[in-house]
T-cell receptor, first 111, second 115 residues
């Protein structure tokens, strides 16, 4: 079936460096994508979203890029901090805003 | 704290017992979603409500699962005759469904362990 997935299950980043987390999706009809951050013992926390009529959106220290040609989504985190250590999920709207999540990338920030 | 609360945070039960979880969404939110998350995986959609109406149930939900949102505010998720495979984190999310936005705010989850 169609699903959202992430390229790498883990990412280790030096503090202060930029992080890039990738996600591939297969449903070409998806119109809305979201990145969530989940810390241990907590529910997912919204980071940033993007609609399919855009290819880039920026937030505070984060940028989401959408490439509809290759069905690829990425999250860039600038100047990664220890507090950014978490599991990151991409999700897509699977219809009426029911979200379909990928498996997640665990980001570890090295001091 | 997103403003969505769930109770209990942890539940340990024996196989065959019934359990009920509660979710209190952000007060003005008309949409409420239930997801299930197993270790190392992303959340999976279970069911959702708009106000008190249940709009859809996932095929993942067997007949042992039932959810309600009687007054369009809090919601309950009941699992009857629990099985070990029901062990997971059960997440609730709420949103204010608008034409331009549907950001979902998640609660901390209820972790269920079935022995």
């Amino acid at each position: 079936g169609e699903s959202v997935g992430l390229h790498l299950p883990t990412l280790s980043v030096q503090e202060g460096d930029n992080s890039i987390i990738n996600c591939a999706y297969s449903n070409s009809a998806s119109d809305y994508f979201i990145w969530y951050k989940q810390e241990s013992g907590k529910g997912p926390q919204f980071i940033i979203d993007i609609r399919s009529n855009m290819d880039k959106r920026q937030g505070q220290r984060v940028t989401v890029l959408l490439n509809k040609t290759v069905k690829h989504l990425s999250l860039q985190i600038a100047a990664t901090q220890p507090g950014d250590s978490a599991v990151y999920f991409c999700a897509e709207n699977s219809g009426d805003y029911k979200l379909s999540f990928g498996a997640g990338t665990t980001v570890t920030v090295r001091a | 704290d997103t403003g969505v609360s769930q109770d209990p945070r942890h539940k340990i039960t024996k196989r065959g017992q019934n359990v009920t979880f509660r979710c209190d969404p952000i007060s003005e939110h008309n949409r409420l979603y239930w997801y299930r998350q197993t270790l190392g995986q992303g959340p999976e959609f279970l069911t959702y409500f708009q106000n008190e109406a249940q709009l859809e149930k996932s095929r993942l939900l067997s007949d042992r699962f039932s959810a309600e949102r009687p007054k369009g505010s809090f919601s309950t998720l009941e699992i009857q005759r629990t099985e070990q495979g029901d062990s997971a984190m059960y997440l609730c999310a709420s949103s204010l469904r608008l034409a331009s936005d549907n950001e979902q705010f998640f609660g901390p989850g209820t972790r269920l362990t079935v022995l």
